[in-house]
Nanobody
């Protein structure tokens, strides 16, 4: 059983930056693909970014490509989402998720999910 806890959300002005963190416990962290998803009010949860177990493979939604980066620190069981040049449309609850194995996917076929952290971007 893997438990995930996100932090780092908050209120930021458009054009600003935030770094989200997600700490995992209860599993061998390096064996999991880690993903970030978000859900805006009235919308479905959507894929944001993912990173493979070794950190060598990353993927980003087109809407965040070039503005967001994802990284992981396996000894610290932590995955990060660096968000730069934030826009009002990035406002959402951000969730991290874990998927066993090295194959990351963009759908929501992840076994474990965190509780989410709110990101609000004011325009």
């Amino acid at each position: 059983q893997v438990q995930l806890g996100e932090s780092g959300g908050g209120l930021v002005q458009a054009g600003g930056s935030l770094r989200l963190s997600c700490v995992a416990s209860g599993g061998t962290f390096s064996r999991y693909c880690m993903g970030w998803f978000r859900q805006a009010p009235g919308k479905e949860r959507e894929f944001v970014a993912s990173i493979g177990g070794s950190g060598g493979s990353t993927d980003f939604a087109d809407s965040v490509k070039g503005r967001f980066t994802i990284a992981r620190d396996n000894p610290k069981n932590t995955v990060y989402l660096q968000m730069d040049s934030l826009k009002a449309e990035d406002t959402a609850i951000y969730y991290c998720a874990a998927r066993y194995g090295f194959g990351c996917v963009r759908n929501q076929d992840y076994s474990y999910w965190g509780q989410g952290t709110q990101v609000t971007v004011s325009s």
